[in-house]
């Protein structure tokens, strides 16, 4: 059965230290890996991963695909309180794109 | 533009009781899909459509249907609701493969009691 897995599940840290978030999958049919934001709605969009070893960079956002061991790392650096939330990882497969999440990354930024 | 809009964003359900949740999206886009998304939990794949006339099932789709007459809406019905059905439900609409990300309305929350 495919899988995605995030770890950790939660993460508590203090404004301005600087967290990575992991992701790692199994499926058959790999298309991209997407990082979505949540908070407390809609999922908004942060990354799409293609290819291996191209970092993307958004900011204090930063994201890196390894196609072949399977995972994706979300680095955030300096982290705000605004930046609490869950993070979801998520893998497109099949001809229409359709997503596959894990459980998400409860991260929790204190003041 | 509007994007992508979910209504109602709210509903309490009696068990046995059925109802429709509407999604519409204004950026022309074929694919639309609907996820369902339980407490602390990823989103699940409910049922998609790749364009109007023609829809799939997609990890949990027991207990629902969808049609998709049009490029623009793609309604889900609930049928004989259960309290397994209690659930955040959120619609998303994308473009073709590699020309952009997924884009999601706000969701609906639904409590079946």
């Known amino acids: 059965e495919d899988k995605v897995v995030q770890s950790p599940l939660s993460l508590v840290v203090h404004e301005g230290d600087t967290v990575t978030l992991n992701c790692s999958y199994e499926v058959t049919n790999f298309r991209s890996l997407l990082w979505y934001k949540q908070e407390k709605k809609a999922p908004t969009f942060l990354f799409m991963l293609t290819s291996s070893g191209i970092e993307k960079k958004s900011g204090r956002l930063s994201s890196i695909l390894d196609k072949k061991e399977l995972f994706s790392i979300l680095n955030i650096t300096a982290t705000q309180t605004g930046d609490s939330a869950v993070y979801l990882c998520?893998?497109?497969?099949?001809?229409?794109?359709?997503?596959?999440f894990g459980s998400g990354t409860q991260l929790t930024v204190l003041p | 533009n509007a994007g992508v809009t979910q209504t109602p964003k709210f509903r309490i359900l009696k068990i046995g009781q059925s109802m429709t949740l509407q999604c519409t999206q204004d950026?022309?886009?074929?694919?639309m899909y609907w996820y369902r998304q339980d407490p602390g939990m990823g989103l699940k794949l409910i049922y998609y459509s790749v364009g109007a006339g023609i829809t799939d099932k997609g990890e949990v789709p027991n207990g629902y249907n969808v049609s998709r007459s049009t490029t623009e809406d793609f309604p889900l019905r609930l049928e004989l609701a259960a309290p397994s059905q209690t659930s955040v439900y959120f619609c998303?609409?994308?473009?073709?493969?590699?020309?952009?990300?997924?884009?999601f309305g706000e969701g609906s929350r639904l409590t079946v009691l």
């Open positions: 950026m022309n886009h074929n694919y």
């Open positions: 998303a609409s994308s473009p073709p493969a590699g020309a952009g990300e997924l884009f």
């Open positions: 998520a893998v497109e497969e099949g001809s229409a794109r359709q997503l596959t």
